[in-house]
């Protein structure tokens, strides 16, 4: 059974660096083909894709944010780090963390989220 | 960059009807990057079509999805209670890597 879940604060200051992790079950992350995808959705804003990390460690961001987002994974804990610099009120969002699908196109287990809000 | 748009924003149906919602692209797509997510708040969301028309394993068959081009439709034959949600249409394979479209909510009349 795939489970993921996100962790990290709920409230984080303007400028400071959001760190978010995501742990996970049922897949590794050493298995060929494997990835796992950082998505988030600002209140009433679509969602949007902020970036994947693969197996053999290859790593795609969204180009809008490519500056301000680093994803890294503990092989040993399960665990997908999200950084995120600089952060603005504009990136109050729930934060979720998602598994590939096998196709590589679509995402088939998520985690519930995690609300971050950016606030003075 | 290829933008999705879905109608109708909202989708306002009774229990046991059939809902048509709608995923249009900006321009021609492949099908194969086309999937279907319900999202229900509180929970991880759900992916119930991929490859614009296959359905993952625990998936009832009451979801489909069908189409090519620029236009995607997810249908809902029979509505279930548990079938109120958000649907939301997303693209792989373009600038950005995954795009999301903005969704259509269907609510109980």
């Known amino acids: 059974q795939v489970t993921l879940k996100e962790s990290g604060p709920t409230l984080i200051k303007p400028t400071q660096t959001l760190t978010l992790t995501c742990t996970f079950s049922?897949?590794?992350?050493?298995?060929?083909?494997?990835?796992v995808a950082w998505i988030r959705q600002p209140p009433g804003k679509d969602l949007e894709w902020l970036g994947n990390?693969?197996?053999?460690?290859?790593?795609r961001y969204t180009p809008s944010l490519e500056s301000r987002v680093t994803i890294t994974k503990d092989i040993s804990k399960n665990e997908v780090v999200l950084t995120m610099t600089d952060m603005d009120p504009a990136d109050t969002a729930t934060y979720y963390c998602?598994?590939?699908?096998?196709?590589?196109?679509?995402?088939?287990?998520w985690g519930q989220g995690a609300l971050v809000t950016v606030s003075a | 960059e290829i933008v999705l748009t879905q109608s109708p924003g909202t989708l306002s149906l009774s229990p046991g009807e059939r809902a048509t919602l709608s995923c249009r692209a900006s321009q021609t797509i492949s099908s194969d990057f086309l999937a279907w997510y319900q999202l229900k708040p509180g929970q991880a969301p759900r992916l119930v079509i991929y490859h614009a028309s296959t359905r993952p394993a625990d998936i009832p068959d009451r979801f489909s999805g069908s189409g090519s081009g620029t236009d995607f439709t997810l249908t809902i034959s029979r509505l279930e209670p548990e079938d109120f949600a958000v649907y939301i249409c997303q693209l792989y394979g373009y600038s950005p890597l995954f795009t999301f479209g903005p969704g259509t909510t269907v609510v109980i009349k």
């Open positions: 998602a598994h590939r699908c096998s196709s590589g196109r679509c995402f088939d287990y």
């Open positions: 049922g897949f590794s992350l050493t298995t060929d083909g494997v990835g």
């Open positions: 990390i693969y197996w053999d460690n290859d790593k």
